[in-house]
Nanobody
Framework: QVQLVESGGGLVQAGGSLRLSCAASGQTFSDYGVGWFRQAPGMEREFVAFISGRAIFTRYVDSVKGRFTISRDNAKATVYLQMNSLKSDDTAVYYC???????????????????WGQGTQVTVSS
C-alpha cells in the first residue's frame, strides 16, 4: 500500500508559478512511477506529467511542455511538479497517482494507476 498526499496548491496570478508536492508513505517509493493528473470543473480528468521510478523517463502533455517540470526525490519519497507561466486554463484540482507497473503506452490513462492522492486545488486568475 502507498499513501499519497498532495500539497502546494493555491491561488496565483496568470504568469506566476507554483510547486506541487506529492509525498508518499508505505512501500519503496522508487518502485513506483508517478503521474500528475488534473480535473477542471465539468471536464474529464486529464494527464499532465509522468516520471519513472528512478527519474530516467518523463512525459508531459503538450499543453504544459516547456512550462511544467516533474521531478522526484526518492530519499524524501516526494514527487514535485514545478509549474511556471501559469495560465487560467491550468486551473484545476491536481492529483498525483502511483503505479508499480505501467507501460509507456498506458501512462496517460488514469485507470492504470494503483494509488491516488486526495488532490490539491490550483486556481490561476487572469
Amino acid at each position: 500500500q502507498v499513501q499519497l498526499v498532495e500539497s502546494g496548491g493555491g491561488l496565483v496570478q496568470a504568469g506566476g508559478s507554483l510547486r506541487l508536492s506529492c509525498a508518499a508513505s508505505g512501500q519503496t517509493f522508487s518502485d513506483y512511477g508517478v503521474g500528475w493528473f488534473r480535473q477542471a470543473p465539468g471536464m474529464e480528468r486529464e494527464f499532465v506529467a509522468f516520471i519513472s521510478g528512478r527519474a530516467i523517463f518523463t512525459r508531459y502533455v503538450d499543453s504544459v511542455k516547456g512550462r511544467f517540470t516533474i521531478s522526484r526525490d526518492n530519499a524524501k519519497a516526494t514527487v514535485y511538479l514545478q509549474m511556471n507561466s501559469l495560465k487560467s486554463d491550468d486551473t484545476a484540482v491536481y492529483y498525483c497517482a502511483a503505479a508499480t507497473r505501467i507501460s509507456v503506452a498506458s501512462l496517460t490513462r488514469g485507470g492504470e494507476y494503483d494509488y491516488w492522492g486526495q488532490g490539491t486545488q490550483v486556481t490561476v486568475s487572469s
